[in-house]
């Protein structure tokens, strides 16, 4: 006994892909090829744990900065903030961090 075209595991992995660029609804692609809308939903789960979908990468930029930790031979407890433009506030450390935000706020 055959397995009808549908059920067979090797004809669902190109009707995701048929599906998927149609940018039809699963129903409305599943009345359009004939398929049962169950079948489409099982085979569509079992599409999707085998090839996880990587979400896309933001087009622009992300609002965050690159932080690169400078290593120095001897232990420095005081921090350097580059900011664009060139500008960089050093020296700061635990005792004198509190001043930072009024700093950043008048720029």
Not at 3 to 22: C, M, T, Y
Not at 75 to 91: H, N, Q, V, Y
Request: net charge positive; glycine share 8%; with cysteine.
């Amino acid at each position: 006994m055959t397995l009808p075209e549908q059920d067979a595991p090797d004809h669902w992995p190109q009707l995701i892909r048929q599906w998927q660029d149609s940018g039809l609804s699963g129903k409305q692609f599943c009345r359009d090829h004939d398929l049962v809308y169950h079948c489409f939903i099982y085979w569509r789960k079992k599409h999707r744990r085998q090839s996880p979908v990587v979400p896309p990468q933001p087009a622009g930029p992300s609002g965050f900065v690159k932080v690169a930790r400078q290593s120095s031979p001897a232990r420095d407890d005081r921090l350097t903030l580059s900011l664009p433009g060139g500008l960089a506030l050093s020296g700061i450390t635990a005792g004198n961090v509190g001043l930072l935000r009024p700093i950043l706020e008048q720029l």
